[in-house]
């Protein structure tokens, strides 16, 4: 279920702010932020069972803040942050977490980082039919019986 109607406006402006914080866009490896409207869809849109805790880290942030996180002054904002790592317990680790994990399924992050977008096995080949090559190293080994349960 998407978080989108379950967190509040400055919610999701203050997710979208301290996501940019703790990964920022950068044109040296051609990478969005955390803050790019594709990966904030993707924490939004995969939310779920962390909905709780994030809210309750987004809500602890905005009492830290005492206003919208993006308002504030770089210098403030960034000692918000800190005091938000040090006082911001499990909700705080969920939320980083959540970006990040968003973060680095995003195909342009992990290009970056020179990963294939595809699954690490096969490797993106078509097994054919009947092809049980790769069962050979098992059929190497001696055989095993056991007596069923």
């Not at 040296?28 to 779920?48: F, R």
């Not at 942050?81 to 992990?110: H, I, K, M, N, W």
């Amino acid at each position: 279920m998407s978080a989108d109607n379950q967190l509040t406006r400055n919610q999701r402006d203050d997710l979208r702010t301290i996501a940019a914080m703790i990964v920022p866009a950068s044109d040296e490896y051609k990478v969005p932020g955390a803050d790019d409207p594709a990966i904030q869809a993707d924490i939004l849109a995969t939310l779920g069972r962390d909905t709780k805790p994030v809210t309750a880290a987004l809500d602890h942030l905005a009492r830290l803040a005492g206003q919208p996180l993006g308002e504030l002054d770089t210098a403030k904002r960034d000692a918000v942050a800190q005091e938000f790592r040090t006082s911001g317990g499990a909700p705080a680790v969920t939320l980083v977490r959540v970006v990040l994990q968003c973060y680095y399924r995003d195909d342009r992050v992990l290009r970056s980082l020179g990963l294939e977008l595809r699954a690490p096995f096969p490797k993106g080949y078509v097994l054919e039919d009947g092809d049980w090559s790769l069962l050979d190293p098992v059929r190497a080994r001696p055989t095993s019986l056991r007596k069923a349960p």
